[in-house]
């Protein structure tokens, strides 16, 4: 158990529709990262945010979008869904916001799948 | 920009051979890490290396850091089934302090017993 939790554990849903995953992170860590990883693709970096701001973006659709709250948890919200959205979805959490010795302790995941 | 590439794609291999994966980056790396996904699973992270030239062992892996610290490389002795899954290596956005990871593609590990 890394310590991150993410809910749901799995959502299916219909194009078109919105849906919100929820990461909290490790206890301590400001540092909040998510990643699509469709079936045989590695991980694609998607946001983080530090402390509750925006500090690096990935290949994030402009459909998609995530912010992080004032107790940590963060929540990315997918919206306008297409087939192709359909992967697993993880956040991570790392304590400081100097990355060259942080390590990431990634959430079991939130399976999405689009039909 | 910054790529971490990652070679095979896929190993397949029979219980008891060892197996090696390659992670090259286009930059020089301040560290890299390495993770293991098991099938189903998440990243769980392995280890980091700092050091030029730095080997470091698990009990059958060994992992090593490139003189250059552009390149690593991961073996694995006498493979056994629990070591299935998809092994990552990672490195650090370069000159930042942003904390974000660039993650090779991977490889997939399967062992036939």
């Known amino acids: 158990d890394s310590g991150v939790t993410q809910t749901p554990k799995h959502l299916i849903t219909a194009t078109g529709q919105r849906v919100t995953l929820r990461c909290s992170p490790r206890s301590g860590d400001l540092s909040v990262y998510w990643y699509q990883q469709s079936l045989d693709q590695g991980l694609q970096f998607l946001i983080q945010y530090y402390n509750g701001e925006e500090r690096a973006k990935g290949n994030i659709l402009e459909r998609f979008s995530a912010q992080q709250f004032p107790d940590l948890h963060s929540e990315l919200n997918l919206s306008s869904l297409e087939l192709g959205d359909s992967a697993l979805y993880f956040c991570a959490s790392s304590t400081r916001l100097a990355g060259s010795t942080d390590t990431q302790y990634f959430g079991p995941g939130t399976r999405l799948t689009v039909l | ?113």
């Open chain 2, 1 to 113: 920009g910054q790529q971490v590439m990652q070679i095979p794609q896929y190993q397949h291999v029979q219980e008891g051979e060892d197996f090696t994966t390659y992670c090259n980056s286009s930059t020089t790396l301040s560290n890299i890490q390495w993770y293991k996904q098991r099938p189903g699973g998440h990243p769980v992270f392995l280890i980091q290396l700092v050091k030029s030239g730095e080997v470091k062992k698990q009990k059958r892996l060994t992992f090593q850091f490139g003189e250059a610290k552009k390149n690593s490389s991961l073996h694995i002795t006498a493979t056994q089934t629990t070591d299935v899954g998809t092994y990552f290596c990672a490195g650090p956005d370069r000159g930042s302090t942003l904390g974000r990871l660039y993650f090779g593609r991977g490889t997939q590990l399967t062992v036939w017993p």
